[in-house]
């Protein structure tokens, strides 16, 4: 006979494994299926200081692990698998990956976003020779050397701050004259001795053919353009939602976050989805966190409505 699950959430960041928590908690049989690293996003993140309750030097990867440890206490099953099409019409949904099927009765999508790539030229051609996107995984390799931050968000800057602990020098371009990140992060960083700005600018190129050797940088409002030297550039532009697999299939925005009520109900019943794939204001490790365990509380009562 074919297993079917309660439940089986896709994607292991906050959102999944606080899901994964509640689900089972509850007695609810599930299974979470991560096709990467536990954890998401916030592994990527060396320092923590907005969750509730987070202690001193929690990182994102220590949190994860804790999530997921608390999670596997509960009896929630977990599967390393890429799954490559859904079937979520009918009351059995299908998930299928290159070497297994899946069943569940009710599936949460949590696969979170991608970090988005800001689009000048030799960007993509110099992505891991110099050109970054996590600034944990690769600051270490930028040690008293000079790099450069695009963008101006929450990311931008806290990645910035931490930069400064390895690099000789933090250049930060963003493309209008005031940062989006919130006011206790730029109080930091503009008492930061490391960090410059450049204000008003777009990176219009990267300079180099094997290894990144700088930056071609236009101020928007003269014109101007002037090569800024750099050994390292780390892009913080936002983020692109991983909802392809859904497209077509579950009711999403223009920009492909999925759509849901504050139950975290899609469209179509008995699919839910929890975290930063959601449309909605603010994308954060505890709004994830709380969306999961709504989540699984609303497909615990999916089921027991449905039971017949
Ligand atoms: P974000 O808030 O969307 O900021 C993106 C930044 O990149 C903006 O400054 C934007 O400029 C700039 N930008 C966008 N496209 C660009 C392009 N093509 N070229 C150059 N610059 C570009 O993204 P985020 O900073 O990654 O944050 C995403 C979410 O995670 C937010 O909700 C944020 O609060 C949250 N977050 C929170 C923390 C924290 O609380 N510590 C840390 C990281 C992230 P404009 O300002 O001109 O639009």
Redesign the pocket.
């Known amino acids: 006979m074919l297993h079917i699950y309660d439940s089986i959430i896709i994607g292991g960041g906050p959102a999944g494994l606080s899901a994964g928590l509640y689900a089972a908690r509850s007695k609810m049989d599930t299974l979470l299926i991560e096709r990467a690293k536990y954890g998401g996003q916030i592994t990527t993140t060396d320092e923590l200081e907005?969750y509730p309750g987070s202690i001193e030097n929690c990182t994102g990867t220590s949190l994860s692990e804790r999530m997921k440890n608390q999670a596997l206490d509960f009896g929630v099953k977990f599967a390393k698998d890429e799954i490559l099409d859904v079937d979520i019409e009918g009351i059995i949904k299908v998930l299928k990956s290159k070497k297994n099927v899946y069943r569940a009765r009710t599936i949460i999508i949590a696969t979170g976003a991608n970090p988005r790539l800001?689009?000048f030229k030799n960007e993509k051609e110099l992505r891991g020779r110099g050109i970054s996107y996590c600034a944990t995984c690769d600051a270490d390799f930028f040690t008293d050397l000079d790099v450069a931050v695009?963008?101006?968000?929450?990311?931008?800057i806290?990645e910035a701050i931490y930069l400064t602990k390895f690099a000789e020098s933090v250049t930060v371009i963003?493309?209008?004259d005031a940062l989006?990140a919130t006011k206790s992060l730029q109080d930091r960083a503009f008492h930061n001795p490391k960090i410059k700005f450049i204000w008003n600018s777009?990176v219009e190129g990267a300079l180099g053919d094997e290894i990144l050797e700088g930056l071609l940088i236009k101020n928007k409002i003269t014109g101007e353009t002037r090569n800024l030297k750099v050994d390292g550039c780390f892009v913080?532009?936002?983020?692109e939602p991983i909802s392809q697999l859904f497209q077509g299939k579950v009711t999403m925005d223009e920009k492909g976050y999925i759509v849901t009520d504050e139950d975290m109900r899609t469209n179509i019943s008995g699919v839910f989805a929890a975290g930063d794939i959601r449309k909605k204001s603010?994308?954060?490790v505890i709004t994830a966190a709380a969306d999961g365990a709504v989540a699984a509380t609303t497909a615990e009562n999916y089921i027991e409505e449905n039971k017949n």
């Open positions: 907005n800001s689009g695009v963008g101006g968000g929450d990311s931008a806290t963003h493309r209008r989006r777009i913080f532009v936002g983020y603010l994308r954060q």
